[in-house]
């Protein structure tokens, strides 16, 4: 969604790094080339003026003339207002204290209504609450029965009393899921309503009439983040048709501008809750500003990746793999590695992954290049194998690999690729387990691999003897002489305690070292 904007911004940052002081000419055309990549990531222009002026403001000040490194420091500053314009610290869902807690979704008709208040349903639940989802929308066909398959597979209630097709009365059967909520006991009611295809008063009417009869705890309203300026417009109409108190971001996985979703909360003042990025009803999650400024700027979102990784790892499995690799990495199977692709493939796709990873926007093309399905193709080859062969993969000669291509539906060299990677991936994980370090990196402490690729270092050379007999006599004469005088008394020491240009054992310093003391 953001990539434009992002390597527009990662150029201009690019350019003012090396510089050890910013002049004033220097930060007019940053802010320049900021603005331009605003506007063509489709900001609304109030948002980019006001965002500029800010920007600028703090960039002439002291903030960064007396900063050490100035380029930095104009990030930290763009990255905070960023932040700001995306609406500050993360809003929370506010419950009511006396259930069950009421939740009005509101958009335009395909903005992903309907979709959504399955994934929030999910979301929900996974936060231990017990959402019921209901279908307000009567008007659109089939809108009853796509909520109740949505409610279906996000594993959550539903409750749909009237056919719809343009048949029923959706403030009655608003009013009448609150009385079943209580009744069956769900703790949260998600109220999916109509939408249209544009702003209208019969649209505005309805919406306010739902509104008036559940008096809900959260309005959100859903913008499809692909629908860039509109999205504005569109949120400021049923701001005053319905005074929402949160937005909904759906369809982040696009590839539109994403102007909308820096634009909505400056201009309506009302904060972005959530954020949708994909079709499966888990691509869902709470909305952080502060990270998704991190994202636009290339710096990754560690944080979401952590908690995913807590969200889907086993507790008792990672400390099983943990002494495994204690061990040396000799007890980890094919069947352990297999285990770690699966876990894995729960938190989503390994491109999304990669990319909440600080850096990765300049291998962006290589990572959405990536496909999930050769994950499937590794987990095939692994269960085509016996229990025995996936214990000790020395086991698997010729006929073995081709029986396990045969088996996976592969061909043999993909066979001979995964084993040779796991044997390589054990046998570092054994070196680091042992303290000798990654192989092949030679040279480094505790790194290993230093020994067999260690020049020996050419001996020190000291004083060169005369080839004149005669003269080669008296040096050694000379030599022997100061050797038993020893040093001067009262004669300047040295940093090791000798005779000013001695070293240990009273040999005599070349010239060059002599020169220095």
Same mark, same amino acid.
């Given at each position: 969604?953001?990539?434009?904007?992002?390597?527009? !911004?990662?150029?201009?940052?690019?350019?003012?790094?090396?510089?050890?002081?910013?002049?004033?000419?220097?930060?007019?055309?940053?802010?320049?080339?900021?603005?331009?990549?605003?506007?063509?990531?489709?900001?609304?222009?109030?948002?980019?003026?006001?965002?500029?002026?800010?920007?600028?403001?703090?960039? /002439?000040?002291? +903030?960064?003339?007396?900063?050490?490194?100035?380029?930095?420091?104009?990030?930290?500053?763009?990255?905070?207002?960023?932040?700001?314009? !995306?609406?500050?610290?993360?809003?929370?869902?506010?419950?009511?204290?006396?259930?069950?807690?009421?939740?009005?979704?509101?958009? /335009?008709?395909?903005?992903?209504?309907?979709?959504?208040?399955?994934?929030?349903?999910?979301?929900?639940?996974?936060?231990?609450?017990?959402?019921?989802?209901?279908?307000?929308?009567?008007?659109?066909?089939?809108?009853?029965?796509?909520?109740?398959?949505?409610? +279906?597979?996000?594993?959550?209630?539903?409750?749909?009393?009237?056919?719809?097709?343009?048949?029923?009365?959706?403030?009655?059967?608003?009013?009448?899921?609150?009385?079943?909520?209580?009744?069956?006991?769900?703790?949260?009611?998600?109220?999916?309503?109509?939408?249209?295809?544009?702003?209208?008063?019969?649209?505005?009417?309805?919406?306010?009439?739902?509104?008036?009869?559940?008096?809900?705890?959260?309005?959100?309203?859903?913008?499809?983040?692909?629908?860039?300026?509109?999205?504005?417009?569109?949120?400021?109409?049923?701001?005053?048709?319905?005074?929402?108190?949160?937005?909904?971001?759906?369809?982040?996985?696009?590839?539109?501008?994403?102007?909308?979703?820096?634009?909505?909360?400056?201009?309506?003042?009302?904060?972005?809750?959530?954020?949708?990025?994909?079709?499966?009803?888990?691509?869902?999650?709470?909305?952080?500003?502060?990270?998704?400024?991190?994202?636009?700027?290339?710096?990754?979102?560690?944080?979401?990746?952590? +908690?995913?990784? +807590?969200?889907?790892?086993?507790?008792?499995?990672?400390?099983?793999?943990?002494?495994?690799?204690?061990?040396?990495?000799?007890?980890?199977?094919?069947?352990?590695?297999?285990?770690?692709?699966?876990?894995?493939?729960?938190?989503?796709?390994?491109?999304?992954?990669?990319?909440?990873?600080?850096?990765?926007?300049?291998?962006?093309?290589?990572?959405?290049?990536?496909?999930?399905?050769?994950?499937?193709?590794?987990?095939?080859?692994?269960?085509?194998?016996?229990?025995?062969?996936?214990?000790?993969?020395?086991?698997?000669?010729?006929?073995?690999?081709? $029986?396990?291509?045969?088996?996976?539906?592969?061909?043999?060299?993909?066979?001979?690729?995964?084993?040779?990677?796991?044997?390589?991936?054990?046998?570092?994980?054994?070196?680091?387990?042992?303290?000798?370090?990654?192989?092949?990196?030679?040279? !480094?402490?505790?790194?290993?691999?230093?020994?067999?690729?260690?020049?020996?270092?050419?001996?020190?050379?000291?004083? $060169?003897?005369?080839?004149?007999?005669?003269?080669?006599?008296?040096?050694?004469?000379?030599?022997?002489?100061?050797?038993?005088?020893?040093?001067?008394?009262?004669?300047?020491?040295?940093?090791?305690?000798?005779?000013?240009?001695?070293?240990?054992?009273?040999?005599?310093?070349?010239?060059?070292?002599?020169?220095?003391?």
């Amino acid at each position: 969604m953001f990539d434009t904007l992002s390597d527009r !911004l990662a150029a201009t940052f690019k350019n003012l790094r090396g510089k050890g002081r910013l002049s004033e000419a220097d930060i007019d055309a940053t802010a320049r080339e900021i603005r331009i990549a605003l506007l063509e990531a489709d900001v609304a222009l109030p948002v980019v003026r006001a965002f500029i002026k800010q920007v600028k403001d703090r960039a /002439l000040g002291s +903030e960064v003339s007396g900063a050490l490194n100035p380029a930095q420091q104009i990030i930290k500053i763009v990255n905070e207002e960023l932040v700001n314009i !995306l609406g500050g610290e993360t809003r929370r869902l506010r419950y009511a204290k006396t259930g069950p807690t009421v939740i009005m979704l509101a958009g /335009l008709q395909g903005a992903g209504k309907t979709t959504l208040a399955g994934k929030l349903g999910h979301w929900l639940k996974k936060q231990k609450h017990t959402p019921l989802l209901v279908a307000c929308d009567l008007q659109r066909p089939n809108a009853v029965n796509q909520l109740g398959i949505v409610a +279906e597979r996000a594993g959550v209630a539903f409750y749909g009393p009237q056919p719809g097709n343009g048949v029923g009365d959706p403030v009655q059967v608003a009013r009448d899921s609150i009385e079943y909520a209580k009744q069956k006991q769900y703790d949260v009611v998600i109220v999916d309503t109509a939408g249209r295809l544009g702003i209208d008063a019969e649209l505005m009417q309805q919406a306010a009439d739902i509104r008036a009869a559940v008096d809900p705890d959260e309005v959100l309203f859903v913008v499809d983040a692909m629908i860039g300026q509109d999205a504005v417009t569109t949120a400021q109409a049923f701001l005053e048709g319905v005074d929402f108190t949160g937005v909904v971001l759906s369809k982040l996985d696009g590839d539109a501008r994403g102007g909308a979703a820096l634009s909505v909360a400056h201009v309506t003042g009302r904060q972005i809750m959530f954020a949708s990025n994909g079709e499966k009803v888990d691509e869902f999650d709470a909305f952080h500003p502060d990270r998704m400024a991190s994202r636009i700027l290339g710096m990754g979102d560690v944080l979401s990746l952590i +908690e995913r990784a +807590e969200q889907t790892f086993s507790q008792a499995e990672a400390e099983k793999m943990a002494a495994k690799l204690q061990g040396g990495g000799k007890d980890f199977t094919l069947d352990d590695f297999l285990s770690q692709l699966e876990q894995v493939q729960k938190m989503g796709s390994i491109s999304k992954l990669l990319g909440m990873l600080p850096g990765m926007g300049q291998i962006r093309d290589q990572i959405n290049n990536i496909d999930d399905r050769d994950v499937n193709r590794v987990g095939a080859i692994i269960k085509s194998m016996t229990p025995a062969e996936r214990t000790d993969p020395k086991l698997i000669n010729g006929s073995r690999r081709l $029986r396990i291509a045969k088996g996976s539906g592969v061909g043999v060299g993909e066979v001979n690729n995964l084993v040779e990677r796991f044997f390589e991936a054990r046998k570092m994980m054994t070196a680091m387990a042992s303290g000798k370090g990654i192989p092949g990196m030679p040279g !480094l402490p505790g790194m290993g691999g230093g020994k067999k690729n260690a020049k020996k270092a050419p001996a020190a050379k000291g004083k $060169r003897k005369s080839g004149n007999p005669l003269k080669r006599a008296q040096e050694e004469q000379a030599a022997a002489a100061r050797r038993a005088a020893g040093p001067q008394a009262g004669a300047p020491g040295d940093a090791f305690g000798l005779g000013q240009g001695q070293g240990p054992g009273g040999f005599e310093l070349p010239k060059e070292i002599k020169d220095l003391l």
